[in-house]
């Protein structure tokens, strides 16, 4: 795992690695809405939570995490987002998935 100094110094592989999470994101999301039996929970604000959001956001996750484990993850997902406001850098994370 790279320290976080090396981590800012090697921007294009940051980059790379965001774009490498999202393209598999993007499958899982895509394998998901292929089934019949699309699941949805709510989440306690009412809003949509289904096994696409939750598949992309693993696999993000995973990704980052091997990568850059230094640096907090934020997510949609995590139910403790605030724990890393005070943290920079951060990973935001937010899977497009076509719910709300």
Do not use: W
Not at 9 to 15: D, F, L, V
């Amino acid at each position: 795992m790279q320290s976080l100094s090396e981590v800012l110094c090697s921007y294009p592989n940051i980059i790379d690695t965001m774009n490498s999470a999202c393209v598999l994101a993007g499958y899982e999301i895509l394998d998901e809405y292929e089934k019949k039996d699309l699941e949805i929970d709510y989440k306690s604000d009412n809003s949509p939570l289904t096994r696409a959001d939750k598949r992309a956001h693993d696999v993000i996750i995973e990704i980052l995490s091997k990568k850059f484990g230094d640096i907090p993850i934020v997510s949609e997902e995590d139910k403790h987002i605030t724990t890393f406001l005070k943290s920079r850098p951060f990973f935001l994370v937010d899977p497009l998935n076509g719910t709300k």
